[in-house]
C-alpha cells in the first residue's frame, strides 16, 4: 500500500515569466483552481493523504492556499455562500500536507531526496506539480495497482511523436502487456536516432526507497543537475523497473500552448458555462 506522496514544485516558472515573478507556476489557475489543486486532489482520489511538497523561494502561496483564511471563511459566513465555503474548508482538510524547501535549484533528482526523511523505508510516489492526469482512473492509481502486481518501482509512460522524442525521457524495454512495460534502459532527451522508443516520462512514479541511495551516487548530469532518471537508470541495476502507459490525458502547465489548450478543455467540461463557452469558440473561429 502507498501511503505517501511527493510533490516537487520548486521550479522558478521562467516561461510564465513575468506571471510568476511573484506567484508559483504551480498556483496558475485552469479556471478557478490552482494547477497543484488537481494534483493533490489525484494524489487523494488515489486513497493518499500523507503529502510532502518540495517548494522554494516564493512558494509562499502554495502553503496559504491550503491553509485555513478565517477571515475569508467569517466573510463567507455573513454572506450565506455554504457552497463556498464548505469548499474552502475541504482545502485545508483534504490531505496532511507537509512542507520542505529545496535550498537550490538542482533539479528534479535533487529535489526527491528532500523526501528521504518523510517517507522513510518506504515506496512512496510522486506527481510533479506543474501536470494534471484527466482520466477516469486517477493515474496514480494506476500505478499502484502496477506496483501491487509487480513490486518493483514504476513509472508513468505516454506515447509521443518519434520526431519530439528529444523533448523527453524516454524508456525503453520488453512489453508485458497492453500496458505494462518492463524497463531496460532510460535516457533523458535522446537524440531521435538514439531514441529506444516513443513512450516519454509523463510526470508520475511509484520509487521504492532504494532511489535516495541512487540518488546519493548520482552525478550532475545535463544542465549540471541531478536527473531523476539518471538515478533510475543506477536502480535498474539492482531491481526490476516498470512503465505503464496511461489511460487519460496529460497535461503540461509548464507549457503555455498547452496551458491554453488545458484552459479550453477543461472550459467545455463545465456544465455552468460550457455550452455559452462553446458557442462563443464557434463564433471567433467563424470570423477567422
Known amino acids: 500500500m502507498i501511503k505517501k506522496a511527493v510533490i516537487p514544485a520548486a521550479g522558478f516558472g521562467t516561461r510564465f515569466l513575468p506571471a510568476t515573478k511573484a506567484q508559483p507556476k504551480e498556483m496558475l489557475p485552469i479556471i478557478d483552481r490552482p494547477t497543484i489543486q488537481y494534483v493533490v486532489q489525484e494524489a487523494v482520489d488515489s486513497g493518499i493523504e500523507d503529502i510532502l511538497i518540495i517548494t522554494g523561494k516564493g512558494k509562499r502561496a502554495i502553503e496559504d492556499h491550503f491553509d485555513r483564511n478565517h477571515e475569508l471563511e467569517t466573510r463567507l459566513e455573513e454572506k450565506e455562500d455554504q457552497l463556498l465555503l ?19 535549484l538542482n533539479g528534479l533528482g535533487d529535489a526527491i531526496r528532500y523526501a528521504r526523511h518523510h517517507v522513510g523505508n518506504e ?9 494534471i492526469m484527466d482520466s477516469v482512473i486517477p493515474v496514480t492509481q494506476q500505478l499502484i495497482d502496477t506496483y501491487a502486481q509487480y513490486g518493483g518501482s514504476v513509472i508513468a509512460v505516454e506515447e509521443v511523436p518519434h520526431d519530439k522524442v528529444n523533448r523527453y525521457g524516454i524508456v525503453g524495454g520488453k512489453s508485458l502487456s497492453d500496458r505494462i512495460l518492463e524497463i531496460n534502459t532510460l535516457v533523458e532527451k535522446p537524440n531521435i536516432q538514439d531514441a529506444p522508443s516513443n513512450l516519454a516520462i509523463a510526470g508520475r512514479y511509484i520509487l521504492t526507497p532504494e532511489i535516495f541511495a541512487m540518488l546519493e551516487q548520482t552525478p550532475a548530469g545535463k544542465n549540471n543537475e541531478i536527473q531523476l532518471t539518471d538515478a533510475m537508470l543506477l536502480l535498474l541495476k539492482r531491481e526490476n523497473l516498470y512503465a505503464h502507459r496511461i489511460e487519460g490525458k496529460r497535461h503540461d502547465i509548464g507549457n503555455k500552448l498547452d496551458f491554453l489548450k488545458t484552459t479550453v478543455e477543461f472550459a467545455l467540461k463545465r456544465p455552468e458555462f460550457a455550452d455559452k463557452f462553446r458557442a462563443f469558440l464557434e463564433e471567433i473561429l467563424r470570423k477567422e
Open 123 to 131: 515506496p512512496f510516489a510522486v506527481l510533479l506539480g506543474d501536470t
Open 86 to 104: 464548505d469548499e474552502m474548508r475541504r482545502l485545508s482538510d483534504m490531505a496532511n500536507l507537509h512542507y520542505v524547501r529545496q535550498r537550490e
